[in-house]
């Protein structure tokens, strides 16, 4: 909690992103210097502004774009924020593209991104490899596959030439991940009852938990999860998870893979269960209020407030809002009491690295553009 409490203190900066205006405006070779959180990769600066859009504290960017020729640091996205919401500094830069974060603007959470990218690689997160006629059919493919987030594709003229034609669909988080999970006396925490779970609109089900059982071995990711509901909906969203198991005293979450068996033994305290792929089972989790539990991190901002339902029911009418924790009056530090933690991650399509590649196309799904 001592960490989480020393970034509390930054996080009236936050409440920024509710009073500043509306600033769609993109400032082409100007560069905002300084005040980096974090820097990630895009294709482009409209993806980078919507990266900023949903990272909980990014207020404004800067984008080096693909005609960037300093150094290698094309395609990089620096996600700022200052105490005053404004950047210290504004310098005319050839290849730098700035602007500011949406989260004013009443943002799409699943944001359309149309654009492909020639000549423009998405290293990692294959998860499957097909042959394809074209690009076109290739963001086909991925926009068919629910697990697909983002491809590249390897056109006719592409070396060496038995790659050619051939398609990589690649995954990332499309659902809310948790930064950390821990036990904390005071606190209260919980979801937005509009956070998105992967099976929405699809049949209701039962959904298959074996409780008080382990699924040893065959981890391929081991995540903070809020419950057993939250573990299956993460495993449900992966690209090539085929059981998990929840361990209650840590809140852990193991994904794992196995197609050949499926092992259960009998352990106190643990939750295992299947995927829901093809249908919706009981997303209750949603709604849980978790006593004594701390979401550590991924703030937006906070206000003070009298309960822990008010604290719920403000995350539920704020888009950007997905989960939440609240700060008991009887709390150890008064100082705190009474806060109303707003938190958020970014769920939107966002490749591990983008590089310059001759004879490749990469694009995103088109599903959010329905």
Same mark, same amino acid.
């Given at each position: ?206 959904? #298959?938990? =074996? %409780?008080?059982? +382990? &699924?040893?071995?065959?981890?391929? $990711? ?5 419950? !057993? ?99 008991? #009056?009887? =709390? %150890?530090?008064? +100082? &705190?009491?009474?806060?109303?933690? $707003? ?5 939107? !399509? ?21």
């Amino acid at each position: 909690m001592e960490a989480h409490w020393i970034l509390g203190v930054l996080l009236s900066v936050f409440s920024l992103s509710l009073s500043q205006a509306c600033r769609q405006q993109l400032l082409e070779d100007v560069d905002f210097p300084g005040s980096d959180i974090q820097f990630v990769f895009s294709p482009d600066v409209n993806h980078c502004q919507q990266l900023c859009t949903q990272h909980p504290a990014c207020l404004f960017f800067s984008f080096l774009r693909a005609e960037w020729t300093r150094d290698d640091r094309n395609f990089y996205c620096y996600l700022k924020t200052t105490s005053s919401g404004e950047p210290d500094v504004q310098n005319p830069v050839e290849g730098i593209t700035s602007g500011y974060s949406l989260k004013p603007c009443s943002p799409d959470s699943k944001p359309c991104l149309p654009q492909l990218y020639n000549g423009v690689d998405f290293p990692g997160a294959d998860y499957k490899a097909l042959f394809t006629e074209d690009a076109e059919e290739c963001r086909r493919a991925c926009t068919q596959d629910p697990a697909c987030q983002f491809f590249t594709f390897l056109n006719e003229d592409f070396t060496p030439d038995v790659y050619r034609y051939k398609c990589h669909l690649k995954f990332s988080w499309p659902v809310a991940t948790l930064p950390v999970v821990e036990r904390t006396a005071g606190l209260v925490s919980g979801f937005s009852n509009k956070v998105e779970t992967f099976q929405e609109g699809k049949p209701a089900c039962q959904g #298959k938990l =074996f %409780p008080n059982t +382990n &699924i040893p071995g065959n981890d391929i $990711l081991d995540l903070p999860a809020a419950s !057993p509901g939250h573990c299956q909906n993460l495993c449900s969203a992966h690209s090539v998870c085929t059981a998990f198991s929840f361990v209650s005293d840590n809140f852990n979450c193991y994904l794992k893979v196995n197609d050949d068996a499926l092992i259960l033994t009998a352990k106190d305290r643990i939750t295992s269960g299947l995927p829901a792929r093809f249908c919706q089972p009981d997303n209750s989790w949603v709604n849980n209020a978790l006593e004594r539990v701390d979401f550590r991190g991924s703030d937006i901002r906070y206000e003070l407030m009298d309960d822990a339902v008010s604290c719920q029911r403000t995350c539920n009418v704020d888009p950007n809002c997905q989960f939440y924790t609240y700060v008991n #009056k009887d =709390f %150890p530090d008064s +100082n &705190i009491r009474r806060r109303c933690h $707003l938190k958020r991650s970014i769920t939107m !399509p966002a490749p591990p690295r983008v590089t310059k590649l001759a004879n490749v196309v990469s694009g995103f799904q088109l599903r959010n553009c329905v």
